[in-house]
């Protein structure tokens, strides 16, 4: 195989790779971690791969990192910022005492 054929080949897998993305891309970079879309964030991106890294040896550039930007991001996975919908315990003792 000669580097064109190589380079068709290559060129074809990444153009069915980006067909299948779900959500679908709508513009470029289009960067994806873990399957996930970072959209706009993507400027966070080594942010990102430190958070999503599962491995025991931490790579240098999350070393790099401040220690809160991963604890953070980390702490609120499902990036919610308020929480007003959700009632305490107590506030249900409070409305349903029995």
Same mark, same amino acid.
């Not at 991001?73 to 349903?96: H, I, L, S, W």
């Given at each position: 195989?000669?580097?064109?054929?190589?380079?068709?080949?290559?060129?074809?897998?990444?153009?069915?790779?980006?067909?299948?993305?779900?959500?679908?891309?709508?513009?470029?970079?289009?960067?994806?971690?873990?399957?996930?879309?970072?959209?706009e964030d993507y400027e966070?991106?080594?942010?990102?791969?430190?958070?999503?890294?599962?491995?025991?040896?931490v790579p240098d550039a /999350?070393? %790099?990192?401040?220690?809160? #930007?991963?604890a953070k991001e980390k702490? $609120? @996975?499902?990036?919610?910022? /308020?929480? %007003?919908?959700?009632?305490? #315990?107590?506030?249900?003792?409070?409305? $349903? @005492?029995?």
């Amino acid at each position: 195989m000669d580097f064109f054929e190589l380079f068709m080949q290559l060129e074809l897998q990444y153009a069915a790779e980006t067909s299948a993305l779900h959500p679908p891309h709508t513009y470029v970079p289009w960067v994806v971690v873990d399957e996930k879309p970072l959209y706009e964030d993507y400027e966070k991106f080594v942010t990102h791969v430190c958070k999503a890294y599962k491995g025991t040896a931490v790579p240098d550039a /999350c070393k %790099a990192l401040p220690f809160e #930007t991963i604890a953070k991001e980390k702490a $609120n @996975p499902d990036g919610r910022v /308020c929480y %007003a919908e959700e009632k305490t #315990t107590q506030q249900q003792k409070v409305e $349903n @005492p029995l």
